[in-house]
């Protein structure tokens, strides 16, 4: 879903409870009496900031209320574990708002519950990553079911960190996804995602590696 300008980003905010907005770093997002979280020490949102905003989000709201969190990728792990919860659930006229400009980077547990909207202008194809590293997400976007097997042992081949391995491969490949969705605006790209997010998760919690790759994109 695209959107043309940056003052549309409050309406649409409006008909959600969770929305990942994605625009360039450059460019300035004002929402009006928005609660904003952004990184304070380490370039880093650390889970004491997630933890501060809490207690408001318990009440009951007369008004629209929205959290800006930006950079969305600076949340560290403890601090997007702790708004899982409330941004499945957000409660009636809150909403959150999460600005990116690399989408890829933000925890699949937090995509698989946003909406995401990207601002038109942002079509940018380079994916910085090692040669190989993208060959191999490349043939995981394209490959048939019966392929995947000879393709996760390719991935599992690394002697050290295959897990991390693995990990990089299906990130490179989700961001191939939402690059290339951008570009092209065809849903079959953007219908492959969850997959990819499910496999990712998968690795990612410490399931065995080809198993979690080959059930999840089959």
Known sequence: ????????????????????????????????????????????IAIEQVRKILPRLAAKQTADLFIMIRPAEAMNAEAANALLKVLEEPGEKVHFVLVTSEPSMILPTILSRAAVYIFRTEVNDEIVADDKIKELAKKLLVAKGSELVAITEEIAKKKDGVRAHALEVLGVAIEMLYKTYYITGKDVFVKKIPKFLAAYEGVNRNGHVKLQIVSNLC
Request: aromatic share 6%; glycine share 2%.
């Open 1 to 44: 879903m695209f959107f043309e300008s940056v003052a549309e980003i409050s309406k649409i905010a409006k008909r959600c409870g969770t929305a990942i907005f994605v625009v360039p770093n450059n460019v300035s997002v004002d929402i009006k009496n928005a609660l904003v979280i952004s990184p304070e020490e380490k370039s880093v």
